[in-house]
């Protein structure tokens, strides 16, 4: 078809079925007013290309057909390179053509779309045009309607019968499951072979949808949030008034109200990377820290909300409800007082943004309640930001500066010895121990290590730094750090004793297992004010202090008589800042004390009030947070000259703090305190430390004298199987581990088990992982039949209690997934969560759910933090919480590419703990020992734990099966292995 009629008329020229497009032969004003209206349309990035609604892609249609008008009315090379931009950019959008619910199956884009060449000035451009527009009317788009157009701009007609046969055709031939099963046949290529896959050429003979890429929200909305604004401040929710507290006990005089909710380092301090040392203290952290405060605002970008509509809560004036899934699972992380930036969308920008506080959290059902004052009264939609609770960040900068500063005062102080001990702080040992203590122990059950740290501690014998309880899983650090606490106070009544741990549900813990000894006049669990009594056990809140603040209940501090006549006090590291902004910490007690003891006449010296302070889970906060702990014991040394006793428990191979700014490589801030310590000289070259032991033969002991070792080892596992220790064991602690459980054996009959002796069985599961939420979470059909078929078999054949079996899963969606499935088998009982929530926790089964089964995903997991690849810390916690049966399902071609995992891999491979059922995979084929090591770690198999060799030699020694050459009884290692399973062989 040519062009032609007078100038200004109009024609009409066919663009597809159903579609008419009308433009002018010549410029017009027009022609102007579109090219000034016209938006820039996004540069298209193959490698990330977002997922459109049916509604946004129609609107980009209608962009790209303006384009086209614009380019008919006058064709200048700037307006075809717009069109040819975007004609590629919706080639792109169709190839990864996504969905955001499964019953959005309409939002699948159509693997035929192809779109032709269009070239600058060629004679066939209304065809090449045309064809463009014909096969974009190919892609399904929900509804009815059909493009027509005048003058460039279109509207909707519903007279496309042709359009819609064709979808309906294709929609009736799709099937979503079967798409993404597709879909994964090929997601276990190599990296390079994917590249190949994504080569144009490969794209025209075999596209297949992408269905994991980010939602698409049009740039348009995106900038509404960059226009200038004037913000509407609403009302935060009611908290404890500090201030007032501290004016309440000492005046305006004698201890000055103080907070660092806004600290900022001094200008000395210049940011700058390198290794941490007592000279660089406050330099390497604030530069860290400050990266880390970026890394946590561009990260809440990703969860800002566009176009969402707030639903106000009834009889309660100015508060909505926003729906938030992803606070389930901690992403984005908030909590109540966060602050939150609302924008208009629906009418014109009204140049205000609303500013709304969170005043209550309901996390299961992934629902947020915000106050926002000032909104319009007609119902509307909003863009919602999330903004970075910078206090607590200003905190840690304190604690840091704060420290350093005390360290270049004096060199010899407590933070420097507390931060880097040196062999000068310790004491020497010349005799050994005679191996008896005189303590009268409140539990029985403790063993030589745990009584032997205890001791060590209260007869303070080991110098002025940090005392370090080593503890893997089940070696019982909680109930050490409990006895411990309770001899403290016992021996000495004026003792007052700070019990601190990086997570409230870690420090429960320790409230929980304290007020069995003690009472409510003598324990106090101190709570941030703003958390929620739902997520508090309830048996501890007689021992919290409770008020209520403008007819609101909440957490507060009780008055300071009664704080200072506890006898122990259990917190956060984060909340134990209340106390120093308070003026409850040991600096400012001795300010007060030393000033009324002066207005008194007397000269007497009193002793510390917090005489100790002791870290739980040490090995789980980062260093800046447990520092804030620190300065809240921190003694006045020119009042007395006793410091308090600093312990520290954890397990440093367990899960550490959990920071966004990670990189390639782990920084000061992925280590916790406890950890770093761990790996200094004055701890990590000791004789008696682990790494020593492992490396010194059986033949060598260590001799004396030596620096009193200022640690204890704990080595003895009262939790599990000694099968089911020999991979963690190996990998992680040197190989010190000794299985001292008893009745474990009880499973060891179940017929799934193809290794009786050996209560371990992985299940090679080849099934696709999905998104759901725009990327938040993933979950795993084929995974979740699995694991509830083996929870079934195990309650109903071997009469395991439902309460007895965990499922560990790293993604929330999976666990939402394997919880409803359960239900509907009624076991609701079985305890289904997240890996994080296991740390501590024991039960008879453990099912141990991997999820991923796509490699393109691994670097972003990595990146945040998520799954279970490449993440050593959160595979030990998952593999050590079982104490008669562990299973896996995962898919081993994904889970060798970690060093780890393929250590428990070759593990079962050479112990034949693959399961020997026939689940069926991609294309029906049995996953049935499919995978097979390298050859040279079957022949030279690179861990092969003490525990192993104990457990098989035990194993042929009854079946009376040759023993290999150089595994005599009579080799040393051989004899520790066997001792050390004397109580597996008894069983």
């Known amino acids: 078809m040519t062009m032609g009629g007078a100038v ?35 540069t298209p990035r193959p490698e990330n290309f977002a997922y459109m609604t049916p509604a946004e892609f129609q609107n980009q249609l209608t962009l790209l057909y303006r384009l086209i008008s614009v380019y008919m009315i006058n064709p200048d090379e700037r307006t075809y390179n717009q069109i040819l931009q975007h004609r590629q950019y919706l080639e792109a959008v169709c190839q990864n053509a996504q969905r955001v619910m499964p019953l959005n199956i309409s939002n699948i884009g159509h693997p035929a779309v192809k779109f032709p060449a269009v070239t600058h000035g060629a004679t066939n451009l209304q065809t090449s045009i045309a064809s463009t527009s014909q096969r974009l009317a190919h892609v399904s788009i929900s509804g009815d309607a059909s493009f027509t157009a005048d003058a460039g701009n279109p509207s909707m007609s519903s007279s496309d019968s042709s359009s819609e046969s064709m979808k309906q055709s294709y929609m009736s031939s799709t099937n979503i499951t079967r798409a993404s099963s597709e879909v994964e046949g090929e997601s276990f290529k190599t990296e390079k072979e994917r590249s190949g896959q994504n080569s144009p050429e490969s794209i025209e003979d075999d596209w297949r949808p992408d269905i994991y890429a980010n939602s698409f929200t049009p740039i348009w909305i995106k900038n509404v949030n960059e226009f200038p604004a004037t913000r509407i ?117 009204n140049g205000f943004e609303y500013i709304g506080y969170i005043w209550r959290i309901a996390r299961a059902q992934g629902e947020i309640f915000v106050r926002i004052d000032g909104l319009p009264a007609f119902p509307d939609i909003y863009n919602a930001q999330f903004t970075v609770d910078r206090k607590i960040n200003s905190w840690y900068l304190f604690s840091i500066c704060a420290a350093h500063t005390e360290m270049k005062n004096d060199e010899n102080g407590f933070f420097r010895k507390m931060l880097f001990p040196a062999d000068d702080d310790g004491v020497m040992q010349t005799t050994l121990p005679n191996g008896t203590f005189s303590l009268e122990w409140f539990d029985d059950g403790l063993n030589y290590e745990q009584q032997r740290a205890i001791d060590v501690v209260v007869s303070r014998s080991y110098g002025d730094v940090p005392f370090l309880i080593s503890g893997p899983p089940g070696t019982g650090k909680t109930k050490t750090m409990v006895e411990m606490a309770l001899q403290l106070v016992t021996r000495d009544p004026k003792c007052h004793v700070l019990m601190c741990a990086p997570s409230d549900a870690a420090a429960d813990t320790l409230a929980l297992r304290l007020r069995t000894h003690l009472n409510i006049r003598e324990l106090f669990r101190l709570n941030e004010f703003s958390r929620n009594f739902a997520e508090t056990p309830i048996e501890i809140l007689s021992y919290c202090s409770i008020d209520s603040i403008d007819g609101q209940d909440m957490f507060t501090l009780p008055d300071l008589k009664r704080l200072l006549n506890y006898k122990i006090v259990v917190c956060t590291c984060q909340a134990a800042r209340l106390l120093i ?126 620096i009193r070792a200022a640690f204890v080892n704990l080595i003895r596992n009262y939790r599990s199987h000694a099968a089911l220790l020999a ?85 929330r969606e999976q666990i939402n997934r394997i919880r409803k499935k359960l239900r509907k ?63 896996i399902i995962g898919n081993p071609v ?65 079946d009376a099966v040759p023993i290999p050459e150089g595994h005599s009884g009579e080799d040393p290692m051989w004899r520790a292995g066997f001792a050390a399973e004397e109580g597996f062989l008894d069983g």
């Open 8 to 42: 200004g008329r109009p024609y009409t020229m066919p663009l597809g079925a159903g579609m008419q497009y009308v433009a002018l032969n010549q410029p017009t004003p027009l022609y102007m007013t579109l090219m000034q209206q016209m938006p820039q349309p996004e």
């Open 233 to 349: 401040d609403s009302k935060e929710p009611p908290t404890f008034d500090i201030q007032s507290y501290v004016e309440g006990f000492a005046g305006r005089t004698v201890l000055q109200y103080k907070t660092f909710d806004s600290f900022e380092p001094p200008s000395d301090v210049i940011p700058a990377y390198g290794d941490v040392t007592a000279q660089n203290y406050s330099s390497a952290f604030v530069k860290m820290l400050n990266e880390e405060l970026i890394a946590q605002q561009e990260d809440l970008i990703q969860y800002n909300m566009f176009g969402i509509q707030l639903e106000p809560v009834p009889n309660e004036a100015n508060l909505y409800k926003l729906r938030c899934p992803g606070i389930r699972e901690f992403t984005p992380s908030v909590r109540i007082g966060d602050k939150l930036y609302f924008r208009q969308l629906r009418q014109i920008f």
């Open 581 to 706: 902004e308070a003026r409850c910490s040991n600096r400012a007690l001795m300010k007060l004390e030393r000033y009324m003891m002066d207005a008194f006449g007397l000269s007497e010296q009193r002793s510390l009030h917090w005489n100790a302070l002791l870290l739980d889970e040490a090995g789980q906060g980062m260093e800046p947070e447990t520092v804030i702990a620190l300065h809240a014991v921190f003694p006045d040394l020119s009042y007395v000259a006793q410091t308090p006793v600093v312990v520290m428990a954890g397990d440093h191979r367990q899960l550490g703090p959990r920071t966004l700014s990670r990189g390639q490589q782990e920084s000061a801030l992925d280590k916790s305190l406890f950890e770093r310590l761990m790996d200094l000289p004055f701890y990590s070259n000791h004789p008696l430390s682990r790494r020593q032991m492992q490396r010194r033969s059986s033949s060598k002991v260590a001799k004396l004298p030596y």
């Open 825 to 887: 088998q009624r076991l609701r009982d079985i305890d289904v969560g997240p890996i994080e929530t296991y740390q501590g926790a024991e039960r008879r089964v453990v099912i141990v759910c991997t999820t991923r089964a796509r490699e393109r995903f691994l670097d972003a997991d990595y990146r945040k933090g998520m799954g279970m690849v490449h993440e050593a810390k959160r595979f030990n916690v998952a593999i050590t919480r079982a104490k008669e049966l562990m299973i």
């Open 727 to 811: 991979v963690p064991s190996s990998l992680f602690y040197y190989d010190t581990l000794m299985a001292e459980a008893s009745n474990v054996s009880e499973l060891s009959n179940w017929n799934r088990l193809p290794n009786p002796h050996m209560p371990l069985l992985f299940i090679d599961n080849r099934g696709a992982d999905e998104m759901v939420e725009d990327g938040i979470s993933w979950f795993n059909t084929s995974e979740v039949n699995i694991c509830c078929e083996i929870a079934k078999d195990l309650v109903d054949n071997m009469k395991v209690k439902p309460s007895d079996i965990i499922v560990a899963v790293p993604f």
């Open 894 to 958: 994904l889970l060798e590419r970690d060093v780890n995992w393929r250590a428990l891999l070759s593990y079962c491979y050479r112990n034949s703990l693959f399961d020997v059922s026939s689940h069926q995979v991609d294309g029906g084929a049995s996953a049935q020992l499919r995978w097979k090591p390298d050859e040279d770690e079957t022949n030279v198999p690179l861990y092969y734990s003490r525990l192993e060799h104990g457990i098989v030699y035990a194993q042929r020694t009854r």
